[in-house]
């Protein structure tokens, strides 16, 4: 796990090393470069695995350098031996591989990665299949790309909101691809390859999702069997590492699945909670201490208190580079500050599993509704919605489905297009959300899957996965040199998935049933049937006491983005269920515009 860096073209050497340096906390363990009189290729190396080999590596006519674990790469350099190339460790391997297949050997890999390779007059760049690392570029007279936004910033002739990334922002809870908050820096999607060649940039999708092919298997008990040993393969194959390794656990089945068999493959790891001082409700404690006496594991604690959020959250939300509307940010950032003081490099965490298999109550409040679009005699209550309005979500739903248009935009969908128009000074259209999810509605349309309900997983893994989950895991597991790694995020194994029956997935109505039935015969009914909390914290609370709330209008005076009796009437029901993350959002938000436009 490390950090890339690279420009093509002209460049300053003094001003490329300093951009360098803002990624040092991805790699401290060494740097490298490697300067040409048109290009510029550095490597921050976070060691894992041992590897002798340095990066950028060149080898066979080719510049490379790599973010990521490889977890197949011993079976990929006994396959390359049969070609006559002898590759030593990971890198090489990936030298190797590319020299033979060439931009197919992505392809061949399974793993998390972000990679670098210029061969002669073309760079290629690739970003793994779910979005597990990220990869951002600018162009301009030279063309630069980094693991992440700080080091690219200084490239900027000047900074200026990107209006795309703001708006799908407010709508899904992060800016959507290839959209950054800073406008002219761009990002890859998951599964995205990138050719710069001759000044030009062209963009190719090498891996979906959906290609995998729907109801192959429709016999639930076939099901359970082939998910049980593809689910404990991705997790053993993530446990090998040179470095000291932990774990996350919650009192919930993710956690204490991936603790399960990883224990039952001589892994007795460190496991980490969250606990916080002020606010026993959110707190799981007591429940990961359960699962954790169950399963025989070693259980830290570690709690968080009013003064911890106050004195942290600003250099916290800072290192994150743009808004990611996810208060879970500063408390599992101060989590891996702890882990970290423990001396672990690698943590593994359980991303993916709710988006996999129905986790979340609200998937099948959706296709509730969704049976609306059936209803014969329609038009009089779609007039009574559209007369009637309604701030809360629910309204919208209804709305949609009546209309005929996408119902489901994603789990991390806050401000509807309705409430951005009532709050914005500027006019939003109805439905102009679509615009940011279209691309992924077209590749689902096409697709042979036809279940809605695989529509809800597949853009949530692009979005609420990829875009909010996966940045905020990387960014605050590497601001302390830790690599995280996520087992139900395996393309195998979400490919498998993707293949059986949908209905398996949710026709008892229950959250994660095929999870839960794997399960059954390892863990306690106690965690199986636990409500979930989904990593819940006491973000709103901590934000009035500390007083920052009042930060978003004090930016909103500077900025006029907001009509200031909407905005006040919002924040005056922070404390409702409803509309506290969209305050939350509009606080980060708040956070990142001082420090960058005013």
């Not at 949710?506 to 909390?533: F, V």
């Amino acid at each position: 796990m490390c950090a890339i860096f690279g420009i093509i073209g002209s460049y300053d050497t003094n001003k490329a090393k300093k951009s360098l340096s803002k990624l040092t906390h991805r790699g401290p363990d060494a740097t490298n470069i490697i300067e040409k009189e048109e290009f510029f290729f550095a490597h921050q190396l976070l060691n894992i695995q041992n590897n002798k080999t340095k990066q950028p590596l060149s080898k066979n006519e080719i510049l490379i350098s790599f973010n990521g674990e490889i977890y197949n790469h011993k079976e990929l350099q006994n396959e390359l031996n049969n070609y006559g190339f002898k590759p030593q460790d990971e890198i090489e391997v990936l030298a190797d591989a590319y020299k033979h297949w060439g931009v197919d050997f992505v392809n061949k890999l399974r793993g998390m990665f972000a990679i670098a390779i210029k061969d002669k007059d073309t760079l290629y760049l690739f970003r793994d299949r779910l979005g597990k690392k990220p990869l951002f570029y600018l162009q301009d007279k030279s063309f630069i790309f980094a693991s992440e936004i700080k080091a690219l910033v200084p490239y900027l002739s000047k900074t200026e909101m990107d209006i795309d990334a703001f708006l799908s922002y407010l709508s899904f809870s992060a800016p959507t691809p290839p959209y950054t908050f800073f406008k002219g820096i761009k990002k890859l999607a998951a599964g995205e390859c990138l050719e710069y060649k001759d000044n030009k940039v062209t963009i190719k999708k090498y891996f979906n999702i959906l290609d995998a092919k729907p109801n192959l298997i429709t016999n639930k008990d076939e099901a359970l069997h082939l998910l049980e040993s593809k689910l404990k393969e991705s997790i053993n194959i993530r446990l090998h590492s040179d470095a000291p390794m932990a774990s996350l656990l919650s009192g919930g089945i993710d956690s204490a699945t991936i603790n399960h068999f990883a224990l039952h493959n001589q892994h007795d790891l460190q496991t980490y909670t969250l606990g916080y001082k002020e606010y026993e409700k959110y707190d799981e404690g007591i429940d990961a201490k359960e699962s954790a006496d169950f399963l025989g594991l070693k259980n830290k604690r570690v709690e968080i208190s009013i003064d911890d959020y106050s004195n942290n959250s600003d250099e916290i939300l800072d290192s994150l580079d743009e808004p990611l509307n996810d208060p879970a940010a500063i408390p599992l950032h101060l989590l891996f500050r702890e882990i970290k003081k423990d001396g672990y490099k690698v943590v593994l965490s359980g991303e993916g599993s709710d988006e996999l298999f129905l986790g979340y109550r609200h998937y099948f409040n959706y296709l509730d509704i969704e049976q609306m679009k059936n209803l014969k005699n329609k038009n009089w209550l779609k007039r009574y919605f559209k007369s009637n309005y309604d701030q809360n979500r629910e309204w919208e739903w209804y709305k949609r489905v009546l209309e005929g248009s996408v119902l489901f935009r994603t789990s991390g969908e806050k401000f509807t297009d309705t409430q951005k128009n009532n709050l914005l000074r500027q006019n939003i259209e109805d439905n102009q959300s679509l615009k940011y999810i279209k691309p992924y509605r077209d590749i689902f349309n096409a697709s042979e899957h036809k279940d809605e309900a695989e529509w809800y997983s597949y853009i949530d893994l692009q979005l609420f996965q990829a875009e909010h989950f996966l940045t905020k895991l990387d960014r605050v597991s590497m601001a302390h040199s830790i690599e995280s790694r996520t087992p139900f995020l395996d393309h195998e194994f979400t490919s498998l998935v993707f293949s059986i029956d949908a209905k398996l997935k949710y026709q008892d109505t229950t959250t994660k049933s095929l999870l839960k039935q794997i399960m059954k015969k390892h863990l306690p009914k106690e965690i199986l049937n636990r409500k979930k909390k989904g990593f819940s914290n006491p973000y709103m609370e901590y934000l009035i006491e500390s007083k920052k709330i009042s930060l978003i209008q004090e930016v909103n005076k500077k900025t006029q983005l907001f009509k200031e009796r909407e905005l006040k009437e919002f924040i005056k029901g922070s404390n409702t269920k409803s509309f506290k993350h969209h305050i939350w959002g509009l606080y980060v938000l708040s956070v990142w515009i001082k420090k960058h436009l005013l």
